[in-house]
């Protein structure tokens, strides 16, 4: 069961830096770190991770032998509670109306057999209160922060139910929400257009050249939004 046991902190600096001490001092399966601010929220990439205190949901949860599409479920898990409406832009941000409303990130030492998910959504954030940089591209569900604890019961229900789908469930779910499909994107590496994911979440794109290859998260950061 995920959730349990559960540390919630008001501030910290980043519950998924708490939770990989956690796991390493030999927390449990679903162990759950919470905060209600973070101070050094940390994103893919290398990125920081902002948002008001008490407006966002900031959880980091434990994994033992964590599954290899591990990002993949945690996005349809993510994208199914934040509503209908919510695509997935590859591999994991959750985007509504075009806006960025959840982060996810997947950290860990799969040979160890655990992993870190860190999860960032912004339930209550008001927009126009974010650094200048985010204010463009960030996103929320314009919830009001009592939502916040409702909406973890509700994202661990659906985390446990993505878990439980055989591996091409769980892609088509991940497709019947993809953000990017027949978009133009760029890359460090080149561009090309989007045509969806394949077996093991790599992104498929078709050169301009003719052709195609494939993208991997961890190596690829994109440049372009799709048109919406
Ligand atoms: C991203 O989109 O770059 C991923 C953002 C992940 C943010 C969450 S908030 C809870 C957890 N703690 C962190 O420091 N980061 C993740």
New binding site residues.
């Given amino acids: 069961m995920l959730g349990a046991p559960r540390l919630h902190l008001r501030e910290i600096?980043?519950?998924?830096?708490r939770?990989r001490d956690l796991a390493l001092a030999g927390a449990p399966h679903g162990a759950l770190v919470t905060?209600t601010a973070?101070s050094?929220?940390?994103?893919?990439?290398g990125?920081v991770?902002t948002?008001q205190p008490g407006a966002?949901?900031?959880?980091?949860v434990v994994l033992r032998d964590p599954p290899p599409l591990l990002p993949l479920i945690a996005a349809v898990a993510v994208a199914e509670s934040c509503g209908e409406d919510a695509v997935i832009k590859w591999p994991?941000?959750v985007l509504v109306g075009g806006r960025?409303v959840?982060?996810?990130?997947a950290e860990g030492r799969p040979h160890e057999g655990w992993a870190v998910l860190?999860?960032?959504?912004n339930v209550a954030v008001d927009v126009d209160g974010l650094p200048e940089e985010l204010r463009e591209k960030a996103g929320s569900l314009g919830r009001t922060p009592a939502e916040i604890e409702p909406f973890l019961s509700s994202l661990l229900g659906a985390l446990e139910r993505a878990f439980a789908l055989g591996a091409d469930d769980l892609l088509n779910a991940w497709r019947a929400r993809d953000a990017l499909l027949g978009s133009e994107i760029s890359w460090t590496g080149g561009t090309g257009v989007a045509r969806g994911i394949d077996g093991e979440g790599r992104l498929i794109v078709e050169l301009p050249g003719g052709g195609r290859t494939t993208l991997n998260a961890g190596e690829v950061h994109l440049g372009r939004l799709p048109a919406t």
């Fill in positions: 600096d980043s519950t998924s830096d939770a905060a973070q050094a929220g940390r994103g893919r990439q990125r991770w948002a966002a949901l900031s959880m980091s994991n941000d960025k959840a982060g996810i990130l860190g999860i960032g959504v």
